[in-house]
């Protein structure tokens, strides 16, 4: 078991801020006792203590951190279209005459292409709703202030409020 140390506090933030922990897409708990040598029980114990939580805590927002960033600039990447080289090996064998069994590499061929991934328009679309909402956003947002001089315990007539709607319905187009 474990023994509760300046080293093991340390040595327990950056495994996580490396591996991060389930609710962030990280490693299992159970994984994390395993490298970690601990008991689940020894590791509840240690969440008692403010020194232990807290580097937890700054190591799990580290991975998140460190996570999102990751994911957007791979969302950006695709969002955008790239260039990806795909490199193919081909080798030919010739018999050889002192020993059958064991060919010779006549030739080695290393072919590279490039391939165009075209831009995804739905990652473009997520990421300008969610980095821009002012300027990109999926629902309309209709702000609609109703002002009227008189008593607001006052209820309007029927045609009133038929000419209101229809204003209402005129702005909305």
């Not at 080293?7 to 994984?31: Q, R, S, V």
Request: some cysteine; aromatic content about 8%; charged content about 30%.
């Amino acid at each position: 078991m474990a023994k509760y140390s300046q080293a093991k506090i340390k040595e327990c933030e950056e495994w996580i801020m490396e591996n991060g922990l389930m609710e962030h897409g990280g490693a299992k708990l159970k994984d994390f006792f395993k490298a970690m040598g601990l008991h689940h029980k020894t590791y509840y114990q240690w969440l008692q203590k403010p020194e232990f939580r807290e580097a937890i805590d700054r190591a799990k927002q580290y991975f998140k951190e460190h996570l999102c960033r990751e994911l957007v600039e791979s969302l950006a990447k695709s969002a955008k279209g790239y260039d990806h080289q795909i490199t193919e090996e081909n080798t030919e064998y010739r018999q050889n005459p002192q020993n059958p069994s064991q060919p010779i590499i006549h030739r080695m061929r290393r072919k590279t292409t490039t391939v165009h991934v075209k831009s995804d328009v739905a990652a473009a679309i997520f990421l300008l709703c969610n980095l821009d909402p002012e300027h990109y956003q999926n629902r309309q947002r209709n702000d609609v202030a109703i002002k009227k001089d008189s008593d607001p315990d006052e209820q309007m007539t029927p045609e009133e409020l038929a000419a209101e709607i229809e204003r209402l319905e005129m702005i909305q187009k």
